[in-house]
């Protein structure tokens, strides 16, 4: 891989944002329900008065940060910070119980290094040879790209799929929001002058995921204050105990990494297949779930090399790997920078500092993890009493500061009580962002193909390429489908025995 007259001279400016980044994120990823996409959201209006390669390795370290972070509540509470660490939970708080909290900590901490590297150095090597082979593709490939992360996570995104693809939907509407690109005819603005350049990205993440959880708070015990014993939390492992979970820490980090590629999946996929795999290969699958380290480092190994694998297809393709992502991909735009294959050639000089820059996040989740662990710890015993008022005054500083409009404001409220009936009722918000912010590039796409074809659809048919993609979707629904087709079939033949 060649390095076109790279400029090192950002590593000074960019570590200072690295450290920030680490810092809040492994704070906020340590707090039980709020986690990197939160974390990720109070940092993104401050990169619009930042540099676009400090923008990014602020927002990717505090992504990084909060996938280790949210173990530090899972092993010591019982009560996972993030939705990846829901894996962590089944034997790291066991662990922390039978044997040292110290102990269960110093495994997640070391196999998460361990997968951001790898989650890296898979970034570093294959990003490449991946934009090369996707300037090869087109519109209709694009469009079929986006539609296949689509239906990715809408399909694992919530126990009913139907209300996934709804939340799809809402989410390709949301981003309709605006001027037409093509035609310059405004669509859904009620009249309103501030929807004419859509709904804010800023506006929209910060009432689905910080106005939501605000209310979940408020809707339940809000005076709570979990308790534990903080002289026992010291992150520290010995030599033999890291050769003793070398094994899954691999397997985690390699897993992680691929699962992370495939959009829609995200870390939390990434955790739990890591540990089930993790457990049929073990010398003692009984003892999983009861503490044993191996389950811990399979489940922090992949949630943190899936950071890697998922911004891997966003520089690549231009299609975001998991939420978190999205809202990133978010940072690239505010900066005038539309991620994918044209970006290696465009401005690689910010592509190899993204590659450096995301060792060196890695490198300070290790640092700060070692050093602050303990105080961060301290924080969970924060009643949400006090931690609600600090999260609403900064998700509103957040949204005002980004384009400067109290329109924002009210729209991000009203979306977040909406938002908030909704993920009660069970529908997507994972799916519904991911929707939101792929739009303008399938709507872009499917149009400028249909020009190019002149209205036909057998465009997607004639190309090799987006013929491929077209079968592997067709492939995906079917494999889904049938087999529900076929356990509904089942019910009714025994239906039918039992009748006869």
Known sequence: ??????????????????????????LIGALPGL???????????????????????LLLATYQAAEYGGSISSITLGIPGTPAAAATVLDGYPYAKKKSPGKALGYSLFSSTIGGIIGALALFFISEPMAKFALQLSDPEFFLLALLGLLGVG????????????????????????????????RFTGGSIN?????????????VFAVTEILA????????????DSQKIKVKLTGNEIKETSKPTLIGSLLGTIIGIVPGLGSGA????????????????????????????????????????????????????????AVIMGAFIIHGIQPGPQVFSQDPGLVYSIFIGFFLTTVAM??????????FALVLSIPCSILIPILLVLSIIGVYASNSLYFDIWFALVLGIIAFILIKLEFSVPAFILAFILSPIIETSLRRTLILSEGSYSIFLT??????????????????TIPKIMKSKKMKDEDKGIVA
């Open 1 to 26: 891989m060649e390095f076109l007259s790279f400029d090192y001279s950002f590593i000074v400016s960019a570590t200072l944002f690295i450290l920030l980044g680490t810092f809040v994120g492994m």
């Open 35 to 57: 986690g990197a996409m939160i974390a990720i959201i109070l940092f993104l209006p401050l990169t619009y008065n930042i540099s676009a390669i400090n923008a990014i390795l």
């Open 155 to 186: 399909a694992i995104s919530s126990k009913d799929k139907i209300k996934s693809l709804i939340s799809v939907i809402l989410g390709l509407m949301a981003g309709t929001v605006g001027m037409d690109t093509f035609t310059g005819t405004p």
């Open 195 to 207: 929807l004419l350049d859509g709904l804010s990205i800023v506006a929209v993440v910060t009432a």
């Open 217 to 228: 708070m408020l809707h339940g015990k809000i005076n709570d204050k979990p308790t534990f």
């Open 270 to 325: 990434a955790s739990f297949f890591s540990y089930a795999t993790a457990r049929k290969i073990s010398k003692s699958p009984e003892t999983f779930g009861k503490g044993n380290p191996e389950g811990i480092t399979a489940a922090e190994s992949a949630n943190n090399a899936a950071v890697g694998g998922a911004l891997l297809p966003l520089l690549s393709l231009g299609i975001p790997g998991s939420g978190p992502i």
């Open 366 to 375: 290790y640092v700060v993890g070692r050093l602050l662990t303990p105080r």
């Open 463 to 480: 190309r090799p390429y987006s013929l491929s993609i077209l079968l592997f979707i067709i492939g995906l629904i079917l494999l889904s």
